[in-house]
């Protein structure tokens, strides 16, 4: 049997995008985050560069284009004034000491063995 199932995705209002205009972000399938963006038409777009392509064939103007381009995530706060994170991203401090963020190089090690 077929199961439907109803799911609501989030899309941020920015006032660093321009009107009308919402993103979110989410994993692709090698878990690297994407921006998504919908339009005021409600048009879905996946990615800046593909966003940037559609606007400029839709005729927007360039000053809300490069609201898009330079749109960054550390200008979104939630209401306890803090920076949002991914809520698919691990935090900082689940990252294991055996991953590839906090692995030193090999002449790292050398030189601590040495000391």
């Given at each position: 049997?077929?199961?439907?199932?109803?799911?609501?995705?989030?899309?941020?209002?920015?006032?660093?995008?321009?009107?009308?205009?919402?993103?979110?972000?989410?994993?692709?399938?090698?878990?690297?985050?994407?921006?998504?963006?919908?339009?005021?038409?409600g048009?879905?777009?996946?990615?800046?560069?593909?966003?940037?392509?559609?606007?400029?064939d839709?005729?927007?103007?360039?000053?809300?284009?490069?609201?898009?381009?330079?749109?960054?995530?550390?200008?979104?706060?939630?209401?306890?004034?803090?920076?949002?994170?991914?809520?698919?991203?691990?935090?900082?401090s689940?990252i294991?000491?055996?991953?590839?963020?906090?692995?030193?190089?090999?002449?790292?090690?050398?030189?601590?063995?040495k000391?």
């Amino acid at each position: 049997p077929k199961v439907k199932l109803k799911v609501k995705i989030n899309w941020l209002e920015h006032e660093n995008l321009p009107k009308g205009w919402r993103i979110r972000r989410s994993l692709n399938k090698s878990e690297i985050e994407v921006d998504h963006f919908l339009s005021p038409t409600g048009d879905t777009i996946s990615g800046r560069k593909d966003c940037w392509q559609y606007m400029n064939d839709q005729g927007y103007p360039m000053e809300d284009i490069e609201k898009i381009w330079k749109f960054s995530w550390k200008t979104v706060k939630d209401s306890k004034s803090e920076v949002v994170v991914s809520p698919k991203r691990k935090a900082e401090s689940n990252i294991s000491p055996t991953s590839k963020k906090n692995k030193s190089s090999k002449s790292e090690v050398r030189l601590k063995r040495k000391s």
